[in-house]
């Protein structure tokens, strides 16, 4: 177990170097500071659908006379391998998976002032969509759903981190082209709102990221698989890196390190 282990761990980092480039790099470029009031300043708080629970799809198996098809949850989900990387930088670090299978973006907007009560995170992570584009729901529904839970963040003193909506792979042309929109608004919306964008779609836009291959896989075109969520949890690795906010004392070295540019006096 604890070599499967390490070996998900170093696959988690190789892949994560790959994709360095689709997050914006992995410098801090936080705020000067930031009032986290009650909330843990090292919490992150996951909030999603299914594959933030790190859902792989569905599993085929064979007991005794019956087929049977199950649900297949992976351990090495993208929050469980965020968690890893981020104690590299700091023990404290913790991340919380509240994910839900299936949940549409007004169910996650009516849960997330009890998780942002319950869990009192530094950090939360919304990534939702997916179910909304699948049921043909307007993108502009979608990412107003998606705004307000910012707000909710914002008021409850927690850094709110926003993620396009996963690539959709299954023979689905009106949900993808939902998807498609719905991430041109929310890229607007991080700047709008001025808060960190994990570019998910762009980063994760490769089929082989997602279903389990066959015998025991059915190709779910939908879920990523363990190399998917590995590359997942580096985007927001570099997300969460680039919000973590400057101490100001850091900052005002920097400053004064830094060679005058001045006219010398005579």
């Known amino acids: 177990m604890r070599r499967a282990a390490r070996a998900r761990w170093a696959l ?3 892949l ?3 994709v360095a480039g689709c997050g914006g790099g992995s410098s801090t470029t936080g705020p000067a500071s930031f009032n986290f009031a009650q909330n843990d300043p090292h919490g992150v708080t996951a909030f999603g659908d299914s594959i933030t629970v790190g859902e792989l799809g569905e599993q085929r198996r064979v007991l005794g006379q019956r087929r049977l098809v199950l649900g297949l949850v992976t351990t090495s989900n993208y929050p469980a391998l965020l968690q890893g990387m981020l104690q590299g930088l700091d023990p404290a670090w913790h991340v919380s998976n509240r994910g839900v299978g299936g949940e549409l973006t007004r169910d996650g907007l009516a849960r997330l002032p009890g998780v942002l009560a319950a869990d009192r995170p530094g ?3 919304i990534m ?3 179910n909304d584009a699948d049921r043909g729901t307007d993108p502009g529904t979608i990412v107003g759903n998606l705004d307000s839970m910012i ?4 008021v409850n003193n927690t850094l709110p981190i926003i993620g396009t909506i996963p690539p959709n792979f299954r023979n689905d042309p009106g ?7 719905a991430n041109t608004q929310i890229r607007a919306l991080a700047q709008t709102r001025k808060i960190t ?3 998910i779609f762009n980063g994760m836009n490769d089929r082989s990221l997602f279903g389990t291959p ?6 779910d075109p939908l879920h990523p698989n363990d190399r998917g969520y590995a590359v997942m949890a580096h985007i927001w690795f570099d997300a969460i890196q680039k919000t973590i906010p400057v101490p100001v004392s850091a900052s005002e070295a920097s400053r004064s390190s830094s060679p005058s540019r001045g006219v010398p006096r005579r």
């Open 12 to 14: 988690a980092f190789v």
């Open 16 to 18: 994560g170097s790959v």
């Open 123 to 125: 950090y939360l992570l």
């Open 128 to 130: 939702e969509g997916t």
């Open 151 to 154: 707000g909710l963040a914002k």
């Open 175 to 181: 949900a993808q082209a939902i998807v498609a929109q």
């Open 197 to 199: 964008l994990a570019e």
């Open 214 to 219: 066959p015998p025991l896989g059915t190709e």
